[in-house]
């Protein structure tokens, strides 16, 4: 038996260009992995520093009376923003260099290693990277293994990277099971503006990886073929949450297409829910069904209000602006919030954006005022400016964006520190 302890940060975005909410939610990589490994006789320590808002000296007195074996770190606060996790690897490398000496090895997952392994491995001083979806490369660590594919580590005074980023089955994942306390404390009900909260929130995997290719998506190198589960195990993980308390459920799919068991099955639970999805995808039966099951939330990406700048993206959208504004306020019909989501494209003129908002608007959708796109490693965007990336990815992003843009989104008040301001710098 090996002893795991799995650790999410506690997560602060000082100086970030960090896209992603920054409440807390469920650390999904890290629940599946303690799935798995308690299913195979290990013993596993789950501390999500963010949820119960721990400092470094909490997470040292549960490692101390713990005797990890293993500690895992992950890069992004959740599954839910592997794609647009904070560029900065600060608060990783503040709790991996104080957790040094409570265990024997220290593995970092997340974006950063599956993308850039060999700069991870640098900057947070572990043992091992794990490169793409971690729950069984995790599994095969803690039985011994080493030498497997999607492994970087260093041997021999070098650094050896096995393989690429690697992709589990996902489909036949079970209904998975989260600490009462944890799902207690989870009251943030993530893209949820209709109501305030009454109970716990939570997130579901429904589904992994995306069928669409959009050049500004950083999915590439560990969330990219599309893979589903069964409904009824969806409805059984649910099931489960409804009976902690939870009343809202937001689905961190990258992309929610209709699925008639599953909403048909969601009808009955008497949950809300909340979804990212493409509306082109959803015709009006699906949207009166998708309402009826309980979503009160979509976050529907448009990106771009014409077809030049939507064909640059590589969307694949067949409908035009005036369908897609047609089908976000058929939409609106049956859910309470709809969002469009624009990208600052230069095809797209501002007079023209700002008309098509107002109108939206008036209709009752809500389209955000269009933000600058960010080039992440492992983007088909990153790859067109400056080919894969190297161990320098994120610096060069990073600068890059800076430089292009002088006010970014709409959560930025200030603007974001260079990359080097906000890490610790390792030799």
Not at 25 to 39: T, V
Not at 222 to 227: E, G, K, L, V
């Amino acid at each position: 038996m090996t002893r795991v302890a799995l650790i999410n940060p506690n997560w602060n975005f000082d100086g970030s260009i960090y896209f992603g909410c920054r409440s807390p939610h469920l650390p999904l990589e890290l629940g599946i992995s303690r799935h798995y490994l308690e299913q195979a006789g290990h013993a596993c320590l789950l501390l999500d520093a963010h949820m119960f808002d721990l400092s470094l000296h909490d997470l040292e007195a549960e490692l101390n009376g713990f005797r990890a074996d293993i500690i895992v770190v992950t890069t992004a606060p959740t599954y839910l923003f592997w794609r647009c996790a904070p560029p900065e690897l600060r608060v990783p490398q503040q709790l991996t260099f104080a957790l040094r000496d409570f265990a024997p090895v220290l593995v970092a997952v997340g974006p950063h290693g599956s993308t850039t392994p060999r700069a991870a491995l640098k900057k947070l001083a572990v043992d091992f990277v794990v490169m793409g979806e971690c729950e069984h490369a995790l599994l095969r660590l803690a039985d011994g293994g080493r030498d497997f594919a999607g492994l970087c580590f260093a041997e021999g005074g070098r650094l050896r990277v096995n393989g690429g980023p690697q992709a589990v089955n996902f489909a036949d994942q079970p209904a998975l099971d989260w600490p009462v306390e944890m799902v207690r404390r989870h009251r943030h009900h993530h893209h949820r503006f209709e109501a305030a909260p009454d109970g716990p929130g939570a997130e579901v995997e429904a589904s992994r990886g995306c069928p669409y290719h959009c050049t500004f998506c950083a999915k590439e190198n560990f969330r990219n073929a599309y893979r589903k589960r069964p409904a009824r195990v969806i409805l059984d993980e649910i099931d489960g949450f409804r009976e902690q308390g939870v009343e809202y459920i937001y689905f961190v799919d990258e992309i929610f297409l209709p699925d008639v068991e599953l909403l048909r099955g969601l009808v009955s639970r008497g949950l809300k829910f909340g979804i990212q999805t493409r509306i082109d995808l959803w015709k009006p039966p699906m949207l009166e069904l998708l309402g009826r099951a309980g979503c009160v939330s979509i976050e529907a990406g448009v990106e771009s209000l014409t077809p030049e700048g939507r064909a640059a993206l590589a969307k694949n959208c067949k409908m035009t602006t005036d369908q897609l504004a047609d089908r976000l306020i058929e939409a609106r019909r049956h859910v309470p919030f709809v969002q469009a989501n624009l990208i600052e494209v230069p095809q797209d003129e501002d007079p023209v954006v700002q008309r098509w908002r107002r109108r939206m608007q008036e209709a009752g959708v809500w389209a955000n005022d269009p933000v600058p796109l960010y080039p992440y490693p492992g983007s088909p965007d990153y790859r067109k400016l400056w080919g894969e990336p190297d161990d320098i990815a994120w610096e060069r992003a990073h600068a890059h964006y800076l430089a292009m843009f002088n006010r970014f989104s709409d959560i930025q008040d200030e603007r974001p520190a260079p990359l080097s301001a906000l890490e610790i710098k390792v030799a």
